[in-house]
């Protein structure tokens, strides 16, 4: 994607062996770019949410394990690279996949060869993150055109949090199909939901849909269902931190009411997610576990308090959103069911 006209990925690697991202509690105010040095930085990057998004953090834990390995590349301290990195968010699956990516690179290579070859796997990793959700947002790019042909006008797409190029290396997930279509002249708009308490939606996908003069109006994340009555939204398209065998999906807090009110007004709501996403191991969301942030993100907005001092409050930065309510998945692979048979038909070796 482009920034002010120059292309970039949100993440990579610098000439004097560092690691350059974009510090994402800087947008939408500034652009502005940090460089992690070590291991604990990296660390410190994804759980202050520098970087965010699920395949972005998962690259950015690679990069943290090719750090530490410059340090120290034994066995052991593979092991605490890897346990450190692990324990910064606990919802999106991508992270320990990362890890186990790095660990299967790393494990049988004596470690005087170790720091290079993470470092190349790393790099390997990112760039399989490109191509894949390129490959998602062409998959995904037919639904939004089936809805173009179908509607005869602009098409209205509604999005929650931030599943853009922000969240990944480059392209995003669900915002791959809809830079795709408007680059191909469909005419596409997109209610972006501000995305409480964190504000990704306000912060972040507007700036990258505003980057690429994508159409779109922030709205408050209670304003969805209203849309949804009237008629003013086509279909829904958001990501997802992990997605269980059987098509239940994790994704931001409030992903599941937006399902909810697109099902009940039979609007299509579409899940755009890598395979690195997938959660083999279960077969039911309510065994995905929620990360639980600061109360601090509720009770304050910008530094000053809204609610009144003594009012506890709780801050559950997930849902799950049951694949009852999904219409597809869209996965690099292809289109499928929100269900088992649908995502092993995708994905056979799995069977
Ligand atoms: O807490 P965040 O900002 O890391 O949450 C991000 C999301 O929920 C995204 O929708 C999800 O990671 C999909 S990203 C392609």
Known sequence: ????????????????GTVGIIDQTALPHAFTTRRLGTLEEAAHAIRAMLVRGAPLIGVTA??????????????AALEAACRTLA??????????WALDQMRRALAEAPPSERASLAWRRAGELADEDVRVNRA???????????????????????????AGWLATVDWGTALAPIYLAHDSGIDVHVWVDETR????????TAWELGQHGVPHTVIVDNAGGHLMQHGRVDLCIVGSDR????????????????A??????????YVTLPSSTIDWSLRDGREIPIEERDSSEVTHLGGVRLTP??????????????????????????????????????FPERR
């Open 1 to 16: 994607m482009r920034v002010a006209g120059k292309p970039m990925r949100t993440i990579w690697p610098e000439p004097d």
């Open 309 to 346: 001092a003594d009012s506890p409050a709780a801050n559950w930065a997930f849902d799950v959103t049951p694949a009852r309510l999904v219409t597809a998945l869209v996965t690099e692979r292809g289109i499928c069911p929100a269900s088992e048979g649908g995502l092993r038909r995708l």
């Open 197 to 204: 308490p964190r504000n990704q939606g306000a912060s972040l």
């Open 87 to 96: 324990a910064t968010r606990p919802t999106a699956v991508n992270l320990r």
């Open 260 to 269: 909810l009110a697109a099902y009940d007004n039979g609007v299509p709501f």
């Open 136 to 162: 998602i947002g062409e998959h995904a790019l037919p639904l939004i055109a089936g809805a173009a042909r179908r509607v005869r006008r602009r098409v209205e797409i509604l999005t929650h949090c931030n």
């Open 62 to 75: 690679a990069y943290g394990v090719a750090l530490a390995m410059r340090v120290d590349p034994s066995d």
């Open 243 to 258: 997605t269980t065998a059987s098509g239940d999906v994790a994704n931001k807090i409030g992903t599941y009411l937006k």
